[in-house]
């Protein structure tokens, strides 16, 4: 995306933010970190990932966090109006849902895991069950690569630290 679309995306969030976020008090929220984080929020979603959405909901004066967690399935439109489809099995039974993803209501998205997938719409999901209905998962071995060499680095680290300890004890020592 071009950088200018970045800008003028970020306008209209900040914007369109003010009105639809507001704090207890009720003043708008016009937060840049708020703000970057929304917009994150959308350019981390993918069509294929399994997500666990927070989605606030209002019974009587109550509300409280329901969980909904499922494959993405669709997405729809841009910036602000994006929405995701999201599907899931509840016992036996497959569930979908049309949630915005810049909606005041949805309190939280996290990817628990990228799917491996070569389609825009994954529509043919709703005929299948089981094992035919799972997406499998995308392995970024370059991700992976960067950890181990973190945690080897990190136990030759500590090996060394022991080693230089024990001679600074036999040191330390006195001979008798």
């Known amino acids: 995306m071009s950088l200018v679309l970045q800008k003028i995306e970020k306008k209209q969030i900040l914007n369109v933010f003010g009105r639809i976020f507001k704090d207890a008090e009720g003043n708008a929220l016009k937060d840049e970190k708020k703000i970057n984080e929304f917009s994150d929020r959308a350019k981390a979603l993918k069509i294929g990932?399994?997500?666990?959405?927070?989605?606030k909901i209002l019974e009587g004066k109550k509300e409280r966090i329901q969980l909904f967690e499922g494959n993405i399935i669709a997405m729809k439109g841009k910036g602000l109006?994006?929405?995701i489809k999201v599907r899931k099995f509840s016992y036996g039974i497959g569930v979908e849902r049309t949630l915005p993803v810049f909606s005041p209501n949805v309190a939280n998205i996290e990817v628990l895991k990228h799917g491996k997938v070569r389609r825009a719409k994954l529509y043919y999901l709703r005929d299948r069950g089981g094992k035919s209905a799972i997406i499998k998962e995308k392995i970024?071995?370059?991700?992976i690569e960067a950890a181990e060499k973190i945690k080897n680095k990190a136990r030759k680290d500590k090996t060394e630290a022991a080693k230089t300890d024990a001679v600074s004890k036999e040191a330390a020592a006195p001979k008798a």
Not at 49 to 55: A, H, N
């Open 49 to 55: 990932d399994l997500v666990k959405i927070s989605y």
């Open 81 to 83: 109006t994006r929405t």
């Open 140 to 143: 970024n071995f370059k991700k």
